[in-house]
Every structure is written in structure tokens, then in C-alpha cells.
């Protein structure tokens, strides 16, 4: 039987410190959505606001309480966090995800669900004329470059917040710290097809970029992260192995060299540091293995738990 949803769209916006912006955003959302389906939701999420982003969301729900959902965090969990709350609360069809800085253009949300319609089941926005600042455009230049050739998977914008999902791929995503950056590698590697259109980027009217170095840098040990817990979380040894393997395939080798040598030379002192080496390499081999296997019985009885979010409200017709 196939699933039936409560609605076709459903919108979901992380926003810390974005009162001033979202009654725009809302405002614009809506104008392109009643000329594709009445049947949509505005899910805003509130991640520790310090400023009236709390209070402008109630408000924004007084006005549409057919439309808007708000979900307000105790505290600054970030954007991934906001993102896994917006998706459980999602009852779309087709899941967006846009900023909340008036950035992403409404107006491109036809031709996400136009390349949905060709058989996508992510396709990402690509800044392809990014309004921001030459620091913020290089190092973003560089970390695309740097997770392309990483991961594999071709795109040119990886960290633009401008996504459509199908509701199936939004809510098997496992998100925290800063996975965000990766979703497109971590959708890829679960076998679902993704696809990349230009987006109209606009400059920042109201606030401040939340954006940092130290974010960026954190981006990198995430990749890694993401790599091995998409790729070799259900198999561990086939990580740990392979390397183990070789390790002791090496310090194997290397050993019945240094025993040739002497039961035919009758000496190995020249060969000291090699025949340690040997013994080492073998002793890591036999630890890797060992630690892989260990692993697959880790994986084999794991349980997923619910991630419990300090959320203080959730505001919801």
C-alpha cells in the first residue's frame, strides 16, 4: 500500500536570529506556492534565537495557522539538529529546505520540483553567482573542490541550504553537528539519485552572516565522518581489515626475508630496524583485524535510539 501524505510540499527553515527576515520569507513562499498547491506547510525552525525569532514565528502562526508550523530549541543546537527536527515534522510529499536569510529566491521552488520530476530524489541548489563576501566565496570554492574529490559525487555547491528532497530521503537522514554539509554525499552513497540546478542568489538585507572559519575548518573531520559511516558503518571490516590485512601481509613477508636471511647468512644485525618493522607491522595487522571484527558485532546488534532534542515548543495547528 503505497504512503499517503498530509501534504505535497512542506518547507523547512532553520533560522537563528532571523526575525526581520522571515515575515518577508513567508510572505514570498507563499506567493509562489498558491500557484502550485494550497496543500503546503512552513516549518520554521527556531534554533536559540537570542533576538524576536521566537515571537515573529508565533505571530506569522496567528496569521496562517493552516500553513505554518513552529518548533522553537531551548538552546543553539545548529543547523543540522534543526534540520532532523523539521523533517520529523514534516508530512510533505516533497521536502525544501531553504535559509532563512532571504538569500534563497522563492521563486526557483518550480524548478526543483521540475527536476524532481525527472526522476530525482535530491536535487540541490549550486550558487552559481553567490552575493556574498570574497572570503566566504573562496572558501567555499575551495571546500566544493576539496569534498568533490573526496567523495566522488559531482556538484559544485555541496553546503547551499537550498534543497529538494523526497520525503523518503529527508527522513532516513541521520543528522548532527555539522553532517549538514554533506547531505548530497551521505543521500549518494544510501543509492538515491541527485541532481544540481543554478539558483538566483540574493544579498543579505537584514542581520548578520552566521558563517566562520572555525565552521569551515570543522567541515573537513565531518567529511571523514560522513565517508565512513555511509561506506563502512554496516562493515567495519572491510575498513579495518583491508588496512590490517596489508599490514600484515607486509610484516609477513618482511619476516620470512629476515628468516631466509638467517638460516642462509647466519646473520641479520644489518637487518635489525627491517626485521622490527616486520614485527610490528605484523602486530598492527593482527589489531586491525581483530578491532574490524569487533566491529561487525557492534554493527550486527546495533539499535538505533531516538535523538532527543531539547525542543521547548512545538507551535502546530
Not at 567529511?223 to 561506506?231: H, N
Amino acid at each position: 500500500m503505497e504512503k499517503e501524505f498530509l501534504k505535497e510540499i512542506s518547507i523547512v527553515i532553520p533560522a537563528y536570529n532571523e526575525a526581520e527576515n522571515l515575515p518577508f520569507l513567508c510572505d514570498e513562499i507563499k506567493a509562489v506556492l498558491k500557484k502550485i498547491t494550497d496543500s503546503y506547510e512552513i516549518i520554521i525552525v527556531n534554533d536559540g534565537s537570542s533576538d524576536m525569532t521566537q515571537e515573529s514565528i508565533a505571530k506569522l502562526f496567528n496569521n496562517d495557522r493552516e500553513h505554518l508550523v513552529g518548533i522553537n530549541f531551548r538552546t543553539n543546537f545548529g543547523k543540522a539538529a534543526a534540520f532532523r527536527a523539521g523533517f520529523t515534522q514534516a508530512q510533505g510529499e516533497i521536502i525544501f529546505t531553504m535559509d532563512a536569510d532571504l538569500q534563497d529566491d522563492p521563486k526557483e521552488i518550480p524548478h526543483f520540483l521540475a527536476k524532481i520530476e525527472d526522476g530525482y530524489d535530491l536535487v540541490s541548489g549550486w550558487k552559481k553567482n553567490r552575493q556574498d563576501s570574497f572570503v566566504k566565496n573562496s572558501s567555499s570554492k575551495f571546500f566544493n573542490f576539496i569534498t568533490s574529490r573526496f567523495s566522488r559525487v559531482k556538484l559544485h555547491d555541496f553546503n547551499c541550504g537550498f534543497k529538494a528532497y523526497r520525503s523518503e530521503v529527508a527522513k532516513g537522514l541521520d543528522l548532527y553537528g555539522q553532517l549538514h554539509r554533506y547531505i548530497p554525499v551521505m543521500v549518494r552513497n544510501q543509492g538515491y539519485k541527485i541532481g544540481e540546478i543554478p539558483v538566483h542568489h540574493r544579498k543579505r538585507k537584514f542581520g548578520k552572516s552566521k558563517y566562520s572559519s572555525i565552521r569551515f575548518v570543522n567541515g573537513f573531520l565531518d567529511l571523514l565522518t560522513v565517508m565512513m559511516l555511509t561506506k563502512y558503518f554496516k562493515r567495519p571490516a572491510h575498513f579495518f581489515g583491508g588496512i590490517g590485512s596489508a599490514a600484515l601481509g607486509l610484516g609477513f613477508i618482511i619476516s620470512l626475508y629476515i628468516t631466509f636471511l638467517r638460516l642462509f647468512t647466519g646473520s641479520i644485525q644489518s637487518r635489525l630496524p627491517l626485521f622490527i618493522a616486520g614485527i610490528l607491522l605484523i602486530m598492527v595487522g593482527v589489531q586491525l583485524i581483530s578491532l574490524g571484527l569487533i566491529g561487525e558485532m557492534f554493527a550486527n546488534n546495533y539499535k538505533k535510539e531516538e535523538e532527543y532534542l531539547k525542543i521547548r515548543k512545538i507551535i502546530k495547528n
